[in-house]
């Protein structure tokens, strides 16, 4: 059976290069402050943490919405926190299949990590479809056709803004 969700992933950028010039002791540092901030954000929008995947989190939501919300805060709180390593994501949301009632299989799931694999620090790219979703503090812009490891055809890209962070730049539609 299929059901319609919202995929978000997180990643901290250069991690692996903080690690190794701060040392392990550091690094858990910045991950535990990193996975108090996703908990209290997952918490307040009604997010559901799905996993962590090392130095990034897999988030789930049943609407598009309270998930960018929750990743435009997380991302606000890590900056306002001073960690060292800034974060990039993907969103989208699509029908895929549950398995075994802990894991969710297709084509969404698997576009969010490409999304977030392809974006760079402080960057977190869509697709239009999410973009398209009205939410309050949140613009986006065109950020072209990507080809992405695993999909035929290249995908519409967009990058979701938070101009209350910023500056003082106008938004734009995609």
Not at 6 to 11: E, P
Not at 53 to 82: H, K, T
């Amino acid at each position: 059976m299929r059901t319609d969700r919202s995929f978000a992933f997180l990643d901290l950028c250069g991690f692996t290069a903080f690690t190794h010039a701060s040392g392990d002791a550091e690094a858990v540092r910045v991950l535990v402050e990193f996975r108090a901030i996703v908990r209290q954000v997952a918490s307040d929008f009604a997010v559901r943490i799905d996993k962590w995947l090392g130095d990034g989190v897999m988030l789930v939501s049943v609407e598009a919405s309270p998930l960018v919300e929750a990743v435009l805060d997380i991302e606000r709180r890590c900056d306002e926190q001073g960690l060292p390593l800034p974060l990039r994501g993907g969103i989208t949301r699509g029908d895929v299949l549950l398995l075994e009632g802990d894991d969710y299989i297709g084509d969404a799931v698997n576009l969010a990590a490409r999304l977030c694999n392809e974006a760079k620090a402080h960057e977190i790219l869509t697709t239009r479809e999410i973009a398209d979703t009205a939410w309050p503090s949140a613009h986006y812009r065109a950020a072209g056709h990507r080809k992405l490891a695993g999909f035929s055809a290249p995908i519409e890209v967009v990058d979701v803004i938070d101009w209350s962070r910023r500056g003082d730049h106008s938004p734009t539609s995609a």
